[in-house]
């Protein structure tokens, strides 16, 4: 079955611009988690949902990041104003349970962030 | 958050045991112990995870701690498609917050 996708694969933008990444959960799970992975390091935890409710954005870095999923699957991670600093690999991961599971999470391929 | 400390780096040798320690003397009772691992240039996956008892499944198993405050990896025969970055994560029952630390990089020798 398929996956976790998310798009673009690679995204170079310029510094001030916004970008939009997106995710597209395993069907039918409910928690979609967003992530941050600077080169050599582990993931940081950027924020989650269960269906369509955002429950915990306590890792999103400022007011210049943002995330939606408005419809309980696809979500967006939005960041405006970009910075080179925000240059990273970011990851999404969905799973099938919701708070109070164990939490196997399935990640997807993540988008390579370049900010010049 | 409870944290986990690791290793930075381990070498096993091809068909041998590995066992990949993890300290989280700092664990509640509501912990979940997971493991994930990254290989080069892809998204972590999921390895195995246990709450007090020791687990097995196809990939690996997972020897805990009585007092949980430590547990083990175990790969039983290392090939070198287990070259990867392990990581060893508390996962907290009432919210779903993981915590990834540095992990540790496992070298598999031919």
């Known amino acids: 079955g398929a996956g976790v996708s998310q798009s673009p694969r690679y995204k170079v933008t310029k510094r001030g611009q916004d970008v939009a990444l997106r995710c597209d959960p395993i069907?039918?799970?409910?928690?979609l988690y967003w992530y941050r992975q600077a080169l050599g390091q582990g993931p940081e935890f950027l924020t989650y949902?269960?269906?369509?409710?955002?429950?915990?954005k306590s890792g999103l870095p400022n007011d210049r990041f943002s995330a939606e999923r408005p419809e309980g699957s696809i979500s967006t991670l939005t960041i405006q104003r970009t910075e080179q600093r925000d240059s990273a690999m970011y990851r999404c991961?969905?799973?099938?349970?919701?708070?109070?599971?164990?939490?196997?999470?399935?990640f997807g391929p993540g988008t390579r962030l370049t900010v010049l | 958050d409870a944290k986990t400390t690791q290793p930075n780096s381990m070498e096993s040798n091809e068909e041998e045991p590995v066992h990949l320690p993890c300290n989280h003397s700092?664990?509640?009772?509501?912990?979940?112990i997971h493991w994930y691992r990254q290989l080069p240039s892809q998204g972590p996956e999921y390895v195995i995870h246990?709450?007090?008892s020791n687990v097995n499944n196809r990939m690996a198993s997972l020897a805990i701690a009585e007092d949980r405050k430590s547990s083990t990896l175990i790969l039983h025969r290392a090939t070198l498609r287990d070259a990867a970055v392990y990581y060893c994560?508390?996962?907290?029952?009432?919210?779903?917050?993981?915590?990834f630390g540095p992990g540790t990089r496992l070298s598999v020798l031919p």
């Open positions: 994560i508390l996962f907290h029952n009432y919210g779903q917050n993981f915590v």
């Open positions: 246990g709450l007090t």
């Open positions: 069907s039918g799970h409910v928690s």
């Open positions: 700092t664990i509640s009772g509501t912990d979940y």
């Open positions: 991961a969905s799973s099938l349970e919701t708070a109070g599971g164990p939490g196997t999470q399935y």
């Open positions: 949902f269960n269906y369509e409710a955002q429950q915990d």
